[in-house]
């Protein structure tokens, strides 16, 4: 059996995407194309038609033909197995079954036919491997990619780093008087600011608690100034890694032209983060198969001056939560006070970088804590596979962002959709309806969605993926207030807490 071409056309004969597996002139390969809607006819129930010297095996695709050209030697039974398995491939690849479509997805379609035919003979492939093959997934490439995003990630940190240290020590400077901040010379200026040390300084946004003992406070900075060298070739950085496509996370956007550049500094003297994770394996039939919680809480100071503290916190039972603080926090004052402070109060806590105080870890199977319930429930009916999936939320905080993705089999039309609470979307290229809901909220605690696919098997939609985040964490842990050790007053500070999924399906 020998393969000549594989092709898509429109009813008119024109060619939209065609491979050929055996030498053959461009004018050839047209002529047998544009033949073709002549000899099917109308009417007709065949999948194929013969002339005095090739045979072609078709079938239609809304609009368009799936055609494979061979001689009249080979066998009919592989020819329509081969078309078979490039039926399902088209719109595996193909947004849409369209002229738009086919072409936008040309040489995607090109690379799946060519790891199903190899030099005119059909290769025993599935679509799943097919679907690897084009793919072309590299453990190598994603260490690779893996360690280049590690080292701009520390690159970044240090250069966040060291600004924070020149900021510190103009702060020190100006405060002991040996040193005054100085200021970009402006027109509206009547006399020159002088720089003591010859560096440039940078103007940080410090903490109003700092402003009283700084000296010059009475002083108003120009509102112009001079762009600094060092400040640039921070700013040409990032901005070189954000040409190569890189997602920067970066606390304080770069000042505007003219003006002092700011340190990329937290806007409190103290920060707060309270991060946890979840990962849920529900089961299809019902039940939890596992659910792991993992969360933490890191602390972060501004300044050496307000780092001897304690962190009041409140927290509730945390039944079957494991908490852990840091080696150096007082367990003791932890577990009596619900304090975390040093077991030495005359040390601070590090200035300038983060540190975790508090970790806690939690693993059951109690369908109750879960925060989101997925029930899937396929059937088939007259040839179709009706689809009903609903969720149920019972958690007493709002849920946000939420996405439930279904796995469906190839398709050559999107689902039909009966019912929605929220919005869905067809994705062909990965064969996934997505069903995304903004924010779950006493409003709608429940909701469901209903569609309808051609007949499949009900493994077919099974893992459901689950994705969505809160401002709210499982384990009830919050912030009452930072106390200063030094003067026993309440610190200012900031704090960010959020719920985020790291695996959440149903299987």
Known sequence: MVVLAASIVTK???????????????????????????????GRQHT?????????????????????????????????????????????????????????AAFDLLFAFDEVISLGHKENVTLQQVRQNTEMESHEEKLY?????????????????KAQEIDRAKLESAKAGRGMPSYAPS?????????????????????????AGRPNDGAKPAKKGMQLGKAKKANDFLD?????????????APAAVGAVAPMVVPSEPVSIVVDEKLMVVLNKDGGVE??????????QVLNEEDSRLKVNISAGQNSGFQMKTHPNIDKGLYSSQSVLGLKDPQKPFPAGSPL?????????????????????WPSASGGESYVNIEYESTTDFDLQNVAIAIPLPALAASPKVNQVDGDWRYDARKSIMLWSIDIIDDS????????????????????????????????????????????????????RTQLQTDGYEVV
Request: a negative charge; aromatic letters at 6%; one cysteine or more.
């Open 12 to 42: 008119t004969g024109k060619a939209l995407v065609s491979r050929q597996y055996v030498d053959m002139s461009r004018i050839r390969i047209e002529g047998l194309l544009a033949a073709f809607p002549k000899l099917i006819g109308s």
């Open 48 to 104: 194929y038609v013969e002339t005095e010297n090739v045979r072609y095996v078709y079938q239609p695709l809304e609009t368009l033909h799936l055609l494979v050209v061979t001689n009249k030697s080979s066998n009919i039974l592989e020819d329509l197995d081969i078309l078979r398995i490039l039926a399902k491939i088209v719109p595996e690849y193909a947004q849409s079954l369209d002229e738009e479509g086919i072409t936008k």
């Open 145 to 161: 990619k893996m360690i280049i995003q590690s080292k701009r990630q520390e690159a970044i940190q240090n250069m966040k780093q």
């Open 187 to 211: 027109p509206s200026m009547g006399s020159r600011a002088v720089d003591l040390d010859n560096t440039p300084t940078y103007m940080s946004q410090a903490p109003t608690a700092f402003s």
């Open 240 to 252: 070189s890694l954000r040409a190569e496509g890189e997602v920067m996370n970066v606390e304080a």
């Open 290 to 299: 596992s659910m792991e919680v993992n969360g933490g809480m890191a602390l």
């Open 356 to 376: 975790g105080i508090l970790k806690w870890r939690m693993q059951t199977t109690d369908e109750g804590m879960v925060p989101l319930l997925i029930n899937c």
């Open 444 to 495: 709608n605690r429940t909701g469901s969605l209903e569609f309808v696919v051609p007949n499949t098997r009900p493994e077919s939609f099974f893992p459901v993926t689950v994705n969505f985040n809160a401002t709210r964490t499982l384990c009830q842990v919050e912030v009452a207030d930072v106390i200063s050790l030094e003067t026993g007053n309440p610190i200012k500070y900031a704090l």
